[in-house]
């Protein structure tokens, strides 16, 4: 499926920049001289979209022997509030479904069609009458599976009219009604999660006890070796820091630990603060540091590298007192602390591709995973909806790959995705990086000791590349330039069919084409030179890899021709061809290749079915396998590749994915494909041992890590992907606290609990674990970053409740957070009463958390009327 030459005012692909300087003669645009003029005065007697209101609910779901695993009923009501009507003909209603919906004419005499991908549209059938002002019609469709999270519902609807195909207008009353009813929420015999009560909350919750701040870990990530003093050491003014002029950034980053809020400023005078690169005992990680602070004597941090200082300076920060506390001097326990990572990569990745964030957005996520002893900053900068890095000689990349919007013209700009809607302006789904913003975020970086790997994404994914270079060819080619075609990532040919996860059918690059190359090598050299300028090393260029659909290339003829000129017996050998190539061109620069675990696999068959083995065709070119498929089947995928010799990076997908909802409920954010991941789901995680604690019979058939495939495992990384994540407060609410718990993971060694055989044994001592860092979260850590102005709007998980004779008990997952509640059905407020033990009153309670800053969590209620 995709748009029809029928439609042309559907063909909302890429923009191109003007050609020419308009006639002096012109009419101005929208004169009735022009035909965009005429096409306007004959929309002016229709309903305008501005007027339009849109209401999507999911009605129930459905479950058949045709589909055991549910569809979804949902509808749309569209209601005319303007004072002109919707007429019978010459309209589509146009709107992102992400994972797609049943086409076909409808009961309510429209037609739902997809355009391309996510992109659907609705047009009235013949037999449609028309909506006059005042009414409104209901829309019944089905979605092919269970809708959960309202991430499948519609988003960004927008009207157009065929009589004047240049205008679309957003529908700004759009509004999704509330998932309550059974019906909705039935999952019948899916064997899908269900959703979560106050009172599941509460039992998970009670898996932690309370603990008095005194026995709270001192320091997250939990260190090395740690040996706590008798004593403490007084700060009756600032530290005087001495550090050699190689430390000049920890020795800034040291004065603004004591120096967060101007009123609260130390004055000079204090023992010191000394800074030094040197030997730490028994450790040979280049990021291990020591951290000793001595009564009388001062603080000293000794790092094997000026990076090692700098984590010794953020464990410094987790011993300081809580910002704003009342006292005439600061008093540090004496402590001394060696401390090393377990893995070397510890990383965290920002999809920019889906929905664009910012540079301050960056910068910021920079300073967290620098606070919290993150060293690798994984950039996803490409993808089938955006291209955001400027790219020296190829300027359709960012003119046209980085701008999504309505167009009725083809090679205007990128369809609209994930809800940004028609207006190219949206700064979401428009944006990109100029080649300045990408030095300065390397150079912000480098400063916190973290790398950059930034993500191309190839040969699938690669929807927007292949846009924009078939536009740069449109305009070369009319110019009648004979290097038109230089970059062109398509065979115009090409009839492949195959359709993608996200439904598109026309976003993969064909290696069959020198041209392809030629672009991949204009690519990797244009960043190379943004690191050079920066003066920041470049190691590896993460080169994607991922969901390369079946069917792509077959029935391309470079692709083919290509294939037979090399001798090639199969699409899975032209991948390794590919590789091949794109391994060559990144060697020239010294860089190593790495990507998603499709890029060490190979495509293959075991007793009719399809298998993924690692592909022995790269074991030795140093290749690094970033591994996000441990669902159902493929638990023990990544330990086969780092068994067959290849680099691995952990980012598992029912562990590590903070895109993934916190539970199944319709309300809470996120999606749910792979899994839920709430906050005990990923410290619970054990990287070297996923099965740890599965039944045999789910062992079965799998591999352990061997004690070579230890050496292969590099470390871990937390993902985010961003298609339902607009804006930088829900990327606060999806990444933290989570983020903490891959940091506790990435950089301290297995607690006991996870090494001990003994389930019994091990039980105790997971409780006792989990507590402490539960506590630590809410009693030190998050409330320090709710008063030291790092602006987090990270998730406040709603409490836990439970009935209890005539009274209801209340806990939360991180105990600390002060827990207000009404008994009215009201939302709590920062004046409502505080829970300060069993709430013994009648009604329908609902309490809320509260952080520092009186910041409400969602609410938790349970009837006692």
């Known amino acids: 499926m995709g748009w029809s030459a029928a439609c042309p005012l559907l063909l909302t692909l890429l923009t191109l920049p003007a050609l020419a300087a308009t006639p002096a003669a012109t009419p101005a645009q929208g004169s009735p001289d022009t035909p965009a003029g005429r096409h306007a005065q004959a929309s002016a007697a229709f309903a305008s979209g501005d007027k339009l209101a849109l209401r999507w609910e999911l009605q129930r779901t459905l479950f058949s022997k045709q589909a055991p695993g549910g569809r979804t009923q949902a509808r749309l009501v569209l209601t005319n509030h303007d004072s002109r009507p919707l007429p019978a003909q010459g309209w589509s209603l146009i709107m992102n479904f992400m994972d797609g919906v049943e086409t076909g004419t409808l009961p309510g005499k429209v037609i739902l069609e997809q355009v391309a991908g996510n992109l659907f549209r609705l047009r009235p059938a013949p037999d449609f009458p028309g909506l006059a002002p005042g009414q409104s019609i209901d829309i019944v469709y089905y979605h092919p599976q269970l809708v959960i999270k309202m991430a499948r519902a519609p988003i960004g609807p927008y009207l157009v009219y065929d009589a004047d195909p240049q205008q679309a207008v957003a529908i700004a009353d759009f509004a999704l009604l509330p998932v309550t009813r059974p019906e909705q929420l039935d999952k019948g015999t899916s064997g899908e999660t269900p959703g979560v009560t106050a009172q599941d909350t509460y039992r998970r919750?009670?898996?932690?006890?309370?603990?008095?701040?005194?026995?709270?870990?001192?320091?997250?990530?939990?260190?090395?070796?740690?040996?706590?003093?008798?004593?403490?050491?007084?700060?009756?003014?600032?530290?005087?820091?001495?550090?050699?002029?190689?430390?000049?950034?920890?020795?800034?980053l040291a004065r603004s630990l004591f120096a967060r809020e101007p009123s609260t400023d130390l004055p000079a005078g204090a023992p010191p603060l000394r800074l030094a690169i040197g030997s730490v005992p028994g450790q040979t990680s280049p990021e291990a540091y020591g951290l000793t602070i001595r009564a009388g004597a001062g603080i000293d941090i000794v790092g094997n590298s000026a990076a090692g200082v700098a984590y010794g300076l953020q464990s410094l920060r987790d011993l300081l007192p809580?910002?704003?506390?009342?006292?005439?001097?600061?008093?540090?326990?004496?402590?001394?602390?060696?401390?090393?990572?377990?893995?070397?990569?510890?990383?965290?990745?920002?999809?920019?591709?889906?929905?664009?964030?910012?540079?301050?957005?960056?910068?910021?996520?920079?300073?967290?995973?620098?606070?919290?002893?993150?060293?690798?900053?994984?950039?996803?900068?490409?993808?089938?909806?955006?291209?955001?890095?400027?790219?020296?000689g190829l300027p359709e990349l960012t003119s046209l790959?980085?701008?999504?919007?309505?167009?009725?013209?083809?090679?205007?700009?990128?369809?609209?995705?994930?809800?940004?809607?028609?207006?190219?302006?949206?700064?979401?789904?428009?944006?990109?990086?100029t080649r300045a913003d990408y030095i300065e975020i390397l150079r912000y970086a480098a400063a916190r000791h973290i790398d950059v790997i930034?993500?191309?994404?190839?040969?699938?994914?690669?929807?927007?590349?292949?846009?924009?270079?078939?536009?740069?060819?449109?305009?070369?080619?009319?110019?009648?330039?004979?290097?038109?075609?230089?970059?062109?990532?398509?065979?115009?040919?090409?009839?492949?069919?195959?359709?993608?996860?996200?439904?598109?059918?026309?976003?993969?690059?064909?290696?069959?084409?020198?041209?392809?190359?030629?672009f991949i090598e204009q690519v990797v050299d244009g960043i190379a030179a943004m690191h050079r300028?920066?003066?920041?090393?470049?190691?590896?260029?993460?080169?994607?890899?991922d969901e390369l659909p079946n069917g792509a290339w077959e029935g391309s003829p470079a692709s083919l021709a290509r294939m037979q000129k090399e001798h090639l017996e199969s699409s899975a050998d032209l991948w390794d061809y590919f590789y091949d190539r794109v391994d060559g061109i990144l060697r020239k620069h010294g860089l190593a290749t790495s990507g998603w675990e499709e890029l060490a696999a190979r495509k293959t068959r075991l007793a009719g079915r399809p298998k993924l083995i690692p592909n022995p065709r790269f074991t030795t070119r140093g290749f690094t396998a970033w591994v996000w498929n441990n669902t159902e089947g493929a638990e023990d995928f990544a330990y086969r590749l780092a068994n067959g010799g290849y680099d691995i990076v952990l980012a598992p997908v029912t562990k590590m994915y903070m895109d993934m909802a916190f539970n199944a409920n319709p309300e809470e954010p996120g999606v749910n494909w792979g899994a839920y991941i709430d906050l005990?789901?990923?410290?619970?995680?054990?990287?070297?041992?996923?099965?740890?604690?599965?039944?045999?019979?789910?062992?079965?058939?799998?591999?352990?890590?061997?004690?070579?495939?230890?050496?292969?495992?590099?470390?871990?990384?937390?993902?985010?992907?961003?298609?339902?994540?607009?804006?930088?407060?829900?990327?606060?609410?999806?990444?933290?606290?989570?983020?903490?718990?891959?940091?506790?993971?990435?950089?301290?060694?297995?607690?006991?609990?996870?090494?001990?055989?003994?389930?019994?044994k091990a039980a105790p001592l997971q409780r006792a674990?989990?507590?402490?860092?539960?506590?630590?979260?809410?009693?030190?850590?998050?409330?320090?970053?709710?008063?030291?102005?790092?602006?987090?709007?990270?998730?406040i998980a709603p409490p836990g409740l439970m009935a209890d004779g005539e009274r209801v008990l209340v806990n939360y997952v991180t105990p600390g957070f002060t827990l207000r509640y009404t008994v009215d059905g009201s939302e709590p407020s920062a004046a409502s009463k505080p829970v300060d033990g069993p709430i013994m009153e009648r009604g329908l309670i609902r309490v809320a958390a509260f952080d520092r800053n009186g910041r409400r969590g969602a609410s938790a209620s349970i009837d006692r009327r």
Request: proline share 8%; net charge negative; glycine share 8%.
């Open 205 to 252: 919750n009670a898996r932690a006890d309370l603990l008095p701040a005194a026995q709270l870990p001192p320091v997250l990530p939990t260190p090395l070796q740690m040996q706590k003093g008798a004593g403490t050491l007084t700060l009756g003014g600032m530290p005087k820091i001495e550090a050699a002029a190689a430390l000049a950034n920890e020795a800034a």
């Open 680 to 760: 005990d789901t990923v410290y619970d995680f054990i990287p070297l041992d996923y099965l740890k604690g599965a039944t045999p019979a789910a062992r079965v058939g799998k591999d352990g890590l061997t004690d070579y495939g230890k050496r292969h495992v590099k470390g871990l990384e937390a993902t985010l992907f961003t298609e339902t994540v607009r804006d930088p407060a829900r990327i606060d609410y999806m990444v933290m606290p989570r983020l903490i718990a891959v940091a506790e993971r990435a950089w301290a060694q297995d607690p006991a609990w996870a090494v001990e055989a003994d389930p019994a």
């Open 454 to 518: 930034p993500e191309i994404e190839m040969p699938g994914h690669a929807r927007a590349a292949r846009q924009a270079m078939r536009a740069r060819y449109a305009r070369l080619q009319a110019q009648g330039r004979k290097d038109a075609s230089d970059y062109l990532l398509d065979d115009a040919a090409d009839r492949s069919v195959y359709k993608s996860p996200q439904m598109y059918n026309d976003h993969v690059i064909d290696p069959g084409l020198d041209s392809t190359f030629h």
């Open 401 to 433: 790959g980085a701008v999504r919007g309505y167009s009725d013209k083809p090679l205007v700009r990128l369809q609209p995705a994930y809800g940004s809607g028609p207006d190219p302006r949206d700064p979401h789904g428009s944006g990109y990086y």
């Open 533 to 545: 300028e920066a003066g920041v090393p470049l190691h590896t260029i993460h080169m994607g890899g």
């Open 322 to 392: 809580l910002p704003g506390a009342q006292a005439a001097a600061m008093t540090l326990p004496e402590v001394s602390i060696v401390d090393a990572p377990r893995f070397a990569y510890r990383g965290f990745q920002l999809d920019v591709a889906r929905n664009f964030h910012t540079k301050e957005t960056v910068f910021k996520w920079l300073d967290l995973m620098a606070r919290y002893k993150l060293n690798t900053f994984h950039f996803h900068l490409t993808d089938d909806e955006g291209w955001r890095l400027e790219i020296a």
């Open 769 to 795: 674990a989990w507590s402490g860092f539960a506590n630590a979260l809410g009693q030190r850590v998050l409330p320090r970053l709710d008063l030291d102005g790092s602006n987090l709007a990270y998730r």
